[in-house]
């Protein structure tokens, strides 16, 4: 048993990475999928679509590294979170379309709820606030707009998932309705103090308790693959969210260390150790790891769109042709000139939560040019990731020493650069940016003995560059008030 095998389902493409014991990609594979806008705020996916595209990188993968199922100690999943999918136990198929966490169509009922006065509990329950980007609104959404689909619900003929639940009970067989703690803590359900779903939330919003999947470790035997998925039945054995696995991937082990992970969204996590703590900066507070019937727990600011801004700029405006592009074409410029994009095309995350907020393109001139619009679309990235940080030291009342970096975006020397002068503080990259790949291989790799402990993960973690600050503090305090001010006026924009 030569190898790990990690399914990486992300927002934008599935991707499969096959993973030695010293840590480095034997082989890898990926698909785009489409994403499916039925109207403004709307996000879709095809869930048929994700098991497809994950099945048949995972098949690629093994190919291209020319390693056979024989060879596979174990799968570690790690999925989009928050995504939300409810399927007919006895057909396996979906009821509707995935809705994507970036979707806002429950913003509404949340402040239904949020008026109600609910609010405080259900973020002194679960760590969260009471946002349309967590499960259990979507889930409640599908319930009451599918025709039929409460009284099928409560007569136990439905279950709900998140991405990893779906692609588990499908590379089961259909035997196993599982979710570890790292995503069961982000559907607004479950009690983080008592491990547990609860009984009060599920009743607040008319969710019956027979489509919740069992919860379980993040890194544990639960499951093996059926016969006809790669030929053959292969323990799956580690399940985590994301940017649970990043921070795993990471070694962020010790409470206080810190990753932030650049994908199509930027997400933030603290360490904070065995007991979860309570953010007074509109942060949440989030499982990060079950293991060894230990659960670790973590700080997390979310910010929404990321390096989704630079497809963005590709696709819809054909600014770029390719997404590399943008570097040079930022690096022709000084700086944005004044010019401040704040890619609030879903709203705002951490620390602000306001689903009303819209993307901004701000301070253009006539001068203004192609190479200061995509400048100030990676500043827009930098500046979120800043805010989160601000609000996380204020909540850890311990400053942040270094910021460990991963995820695609996290390539750009231009905006790890840009980022680490507004921080103050070093910017980490490590040799493999493939950590949220890696986390989950090694939750999965611990649970089936191919490394032995987190001091043998840990010493094959390698720096590849240290970005230090060189920004004069009144420079760097010019330029977050300047993206203040575009803050402000992203801000409460559509109609409630």
């Given at each position: 048993m030569a190898y790990i095998l990690a399914l990486d389902q992300g927002t934008t493409s599935s991707r499969a990475l096959i993973f030695d014991r010293a840590g480095n990609v034997k082989g890898s594979a990926?698909?785009?999928?489409?994403?499916?806008?039925?109207?403004?705020?709307?996000?879709?996916?095809?869930?048929?679509?994700?098991?497809?595209?994950?099945?048949?990188?995972?098949?690629?993968?093994?190919?291209?590294?020319?390693?056979?199922?024989?060879?596979?100690?174990?799968?570690?999943?790690?999925?989009?979170?928050?995504?939300?999918?409810?399927?007919?136990?006895?057909?396996?198929?979906?009821?509707?379309?995935?809705?994507?966490?970036?979707?806002?169509?429950?913003?509404?009922?949340?402040?239904?709820?949020?008026?109600?006065?609910?609010?405080?509990?259900?973020?002194?329950?679960?760590?969260?606030?009471?946002?349309?980007?967590?499960s259990g609104t979507k889930l409640h959404w599908i319930l009451a707009n599918v025709p039929g689909a409460r009284d099928k619900a409560r007569a136990g003929q439905l279950a709900f998932g998140t991405v990893d639940t779906w692609l588990i009970w499908h590379l089961s067989g259909g035997k196993l309705h599982f979710t570890d703690t790292s995503n069961a803590s982000r559907t607004l359900l479950y009690n983080l103090q008592e491990g547990c779903w609860d009984e009060e939330l599920l009743e607040i919003l008319d969710i019956p308790k027979s489509v919740l999947p069992e919860v379980g470790p993040s890194s544990g035997i639960i499951a093996q693959t059926a016969g006809d998925i790669f030929a053959?039945?292969?323990?799956?054995?580690?399940?985590?969210?994301?940017?649970?696995?990043?921070?795993?991937?990471?070694?962020?082990?010790?409470?206080?260390?810190?990753?932030?992970?650049?994908?199509?969204?930027?997400?933030?996590?603290?360490?904070?150790?065995?007991?979860?703590?309570?953010?007074?900066?509109?942060?949440?507070?989030?499982a990060a790891w079950t293991r060894e019937n230990r659960t670790s727990y973590a700080l997390e600011g979310s910010v929404f769109v990321g390096g989704a801004v630079v497809q963005w700029l590709r696709d819809a405006l054909g600014v770029l042709r390719t997404?590399?592009?943008?570097?040079?074409?930022?690096?022709?410029?000084a700086d944005s000139d004044g010019v401040y994009f704040v890619p609030a095309f879903t709203g705002l995350g951490s620390p602000h939560w306001d689903p009303y907020a819209r993307g901004t393109l701000i301070g253009l001139t006539r001068g203004t040019t192609r190479g200061h619009v995509a400048r100030a679309a990676l500043d827009g990235i930098a500046y979120q990731v800043a805010d989160v940080l601000a609000a996380m030291q204020a909540d850890a009342g311990i400053p942040v020493?270094?910021?460990?970096?991963?995820?695609?975006?996290?390539?750009?020397?231009?905006?790890?650069?840009?980022?680490?002068?507004?921080?103050?503080?070093?910017?980490?990259?490590?040799?493999?940016?493939e950590s949220t790949a890696q986390g989950a291989a090694y939750l999965a790799g611990l649970a089936a003995g191919y490394w032995q402990d987190e001091a043998e993960i840990k010493s094959l973690w390698k720096v590849e560059r240290v970005f230090e600050p060189s920004m004069e503090a009144a420079r760097r305090a010019q330029f977050l008030a300047g993206w203040k001010k575009a803050l402000g006026r992203a801000k409460d924009w559509a109609d409630k």
């Open positions: 990926q698909q785009e999928f489409r994403q499916i806008y039925p109207r403004a705020g709307w996000i879709e996916h095809d869930p048929r679509e994700i098991l497809a595209s994950q099945t048949g990188v995972a098949a690629q993968a093994l190919t291209r590294a020319s390693v056979s199922p024989r060879d596979i100690a174990a799968i570690g999943i790690t999925n989009q979170r928050e995504t939300t999918i409810v399927w007919d136990r006895s057909t396996g198929l979906p009821i509707h379309n995935a809705i994507v966490w970036q979707d806002r169509r429950t913003a509404a009922h949340c402040d239904q709820l949020r008026e109600a006065g609910s609010e405080p509990l259900f973020t002194r329950k679960t760590g969260l606030v009471l946002d349309a980007y967590f053959g039945h292969i323990p799956i054995a580690g399940v985590a969210g994301d940017q649970q696995a990043a921070l795993f991937g990471q070694c962020c082990f010790t409470p206080g260390m810190v990753k932030n992970t650049y994908g199509t969204g930027c997400f933030m996590l603290m360490n904070t150790g065995g007991q979860p703590r309570v953010s007074h900066n509109r942060l949440l507070t989030t997404s590399a592009e943008i570097e040079p074409l930022a690096a022709s410029v020493t270094e910021l460990r970096v991963d995820g695609g975006a996290a390539a750009n020397n231009l905006l790890m650069q840009f980022q680490a002068d507004l921080l103050g503080v070093p910017v980490v990259r490590p040799r493999q940016l």
